[in-house]
């Protein structure tokens, strides 16, 4: 019996990357023992969880990708996962306020990313719309959310709100037969 394996083989990097890693690694592994060190040494906010999120985003988006998921959508979704909570973390410790104007924009940026690649070759990504539709899903609720919450709601939200509640209805109209096979692939529906 011959067993086929399904998962991909590791793509084959440069000496240099590999390098780029090891050091990478290195200075990540000082970091994270010197960075909460010297803040609870020095007091004051605490800027060390900052630092952290920002060096594992780093590391889990550019020096260390997926190999299965590794599709651009996927890639932009789970980057804006990880710029989000980097943003989060700066206004909640470091420096509130802004993050409400902020993180919309990023947000809306990142949905119209993520749609532009999945129409340049729709065939392609027909197969990695899951994360689209998690991104456009989320990004609708949030502002239905601050709508309903009667939060003052900037431009920002509005504009990203709109580009989310626009890609549903197109989305379902125009994707119909790719949405229902994706569904029906991911909640194993017949």
């Given at each position: 019996?011959?067993?086929?394996?399904?998962?991909?083989?590791?793509?084959r990097?440069?000496?240099?990357?590999?390098?780029l890693?090891?050091?990478?690694?290195?200075?990540?592994?000082?970091?994270?023992?010197?960075?909460?060190?010297?803040?609870?040494?020095?007091?004051?906010?605490p800027?060390s969880?900052?630092?952290?999120?920002a060096?594992?985003?780093?590391?889990?988006?550019?020096?260390?990708?997926?190999?299965?998921?590794?599709?651009p959508?996927?890639?932009?979704?789970?980057?804006?996962?990880?710029?989000?909570?980097?943003?989060?973390?700066?206004?909640?410790?470091?420096?509130?306020?802004?993050?409400?104007?902020?993180i919309?924009?990023?947000?809306?940026?990142?949905?119209?990313?993520?749609?532009?690649?999945?129409?340049?070759?729709?065939?392609?990504?027909?197969?990695?719309?899951?994360?689209?539709?998690?991104?456009?899903?989320?990004?609708?609720?949030?502002?239905?959310?601050?709508?309903?919450a009667?939060?003052s709601?900037?431009w920002?939200?509005?504009?990203?709100?709109?580009?989310?509640?626009?890609?549903?209805?197109?989305?379902?109209?125009?994707?119909?037969?790719?949405?229902?096979?994706?569904?029906?692939?991911?909640?194993?529906?017949?």
């Open positions: 019996m011959k067993i086929e394996i399904t998962y991909p083989e590791p793509p990097v440069s000496r240099w990357f590999e390098l890693r090891k050091v990478a690694r290195w200075i990540f592994g000082f970091a994270l023992v010197i960075a909460p060190g010297i803040n609870i040494l020095l007091g004051g906010k800027w969880l900052v630092v952290l999120w060096m594992w985003t780093t590391w889990n988006v550019l020096l260390s990708p997926d190999i299965v998921e590794f599709n959508i996927s890639q932009i979704v789970k980057s804006l996962i990880h710029i989000v909570i980097l943003l989060g973390l700066i206004d909640v410790l470091l420096a509130p306020g802004w993050a409400s104007f902020v919309p924009i990023v947000a809306a940026a990142a949905l119209v990313a993520a749609l532009i690649f999945f129409l340049t070759d729709v065939r392609q990504h027909q197969h990695n719309m899951m994360p689209l539709i998690w991104l456009t899903l989320y990004s609708s609720i949030a502002f239905l959310v601050v709508f309903f009667e939060i709601m900037d920002p939200m509005i504009a990203l709100g709109v580009v989310a509640w626009t890609l549903i209805g197109v989305g379902i109209v125009a994707f119909h037969k790719y949405l229902r096979i994706e569904f029906a692939k991911r909640f194993h529906w017949k």
